[in-house]
């Protein structure tokens, strides 16, 4: 997923907010790319998907333990050993194993996903530059 931190501000050209108003700006950022994301991935998608996810999302143990048994030895899967790697996260650990469900759900489920997360970044990236110079005097 995307950080968004000053150097986003300054890529949008936002470095100029006042810093009371960056941390404010910032969450508004990540608030907007996230609902961006669930709009354009819900599209092709299912309720039953949707429900499915969501579950996923809250953690819910049933729903996850049922997507690790049918992932089979998901140890050995190279999408398991990177996320595994990436976070550092201790084996069979719930962040761990969450974090490897939601990967593994969005490849079967949604395999545009990466194209969706970068056209949403994309979109509200072009938004805010388009308006920067108002919300710079709203500042």
């Known amino acids: 997923m995307y950080t968004f931190d000053e150097s986003f501000l300054e890529s ?11 941390a404010v700006f910032l969450q508004y950022a990540q608030d907007q790319f996230e609902i961006r994301i669930g709009e354009k991935m819900s599209e092709g998608l299912s309720d039953a ?34 996320i ?4 550092n996260a201790p084996e069979g650990s719930l962040t761990l194993l969450n974090d ?4 593994k759900w969005l490849d079967m489920n949604c395999p545009n996903y990466d194209a969706i997360i970068n056209d949403a970044l994309d979109e509200l990236r072009n938004e805010i530059v388009t308006q920067k110079d108002a919300i710079l005097a709203a500042a």
């Open 12 to 22: 949008v050209g936002l470095a100029a907010l006042p810093d009371e108003q960056k």
């Open 84 to 87: 595994k790697k990436n976070t």
């Open 100 to 103: 490897y469900v939601t990967a």
């Open 49 to 82: 998907q949707l429900d499915e996810f969501e579950k996923i999302i809250d953690n819910d143990e049933e729903t996850v333990g049922a997507l690790l048994t049918n992932a089979g030895n998901y140890q050995e899967d190279p999408l398991y050993i990177q």
